[in-house]
């Protein structure tokens, strides 16, 4: 089992910027992929980006690409998602979640075993 702690979220003018992090615990997370996901009001879950735990290789929604960065301190087993140029439209509660062993696309929602509880991002205009 993994456990997933996000923190981090809150309440940010458009423009401007948070660092969510995702503390993970219970069991290795070698051969994992750890991702960040959101859900708005109303809409389906959405990938948002991704790295893997070994190669540090990391994949971005093409909508943050650019003003996102996903990274890791694998001494700490946490996982940080910088938010920059935040919009209103990136308003969601993100989640944090671990794909452990990972063999598939890491953008599926539905290829992860893990979740966190999610933390509140709002954007005001």
């Known amino acids: 089992q993994v456990q997933l702690e996000e923190s981090g979220g809150g309440l940010v003018q458009a423009g401007g910027s948070l660092k969510l992090s995702c503390a993970a615990s219970?069991?290795?997370?070698?051969?994992?992929?750890l991702g960040w996901f959101r859900q708005a009001p109303g809409r389906e879950r959405e990938f948002v980006a991704a790295?893997?735990?070994?190669?540090?290789?990391?994949s971005y929604a093409d909508q943050v690409k650019e003003r996102f960065t996903i990274s890791k301190t694998s001494a700490k087993n946490t996982v940080y998602l910088q938010m920059n140029s935040l919009k209103p439209e990136d308003t969601a509660v993100y989640y944090c979640?671990?794909?452990?062993?990972?063999?598939?696309?890491?953008?599926?929602?539905?290829?992860?075993?893990?979740w966190g509880q999610g933390t509140q991002v709002t954007v005001s205009s």
């Open positions: 219970g069991r290795t997370l070698f051969g994992s992929t």
């Open positions: 790295i893997t735990w070994m190669s540090g290789t990391t």
């Open positions: 979640a671990a794909d452990l062993p990972a063999y598939g696309n890491s953008r599926y929602a539905s290829n992860y075993d893990y």
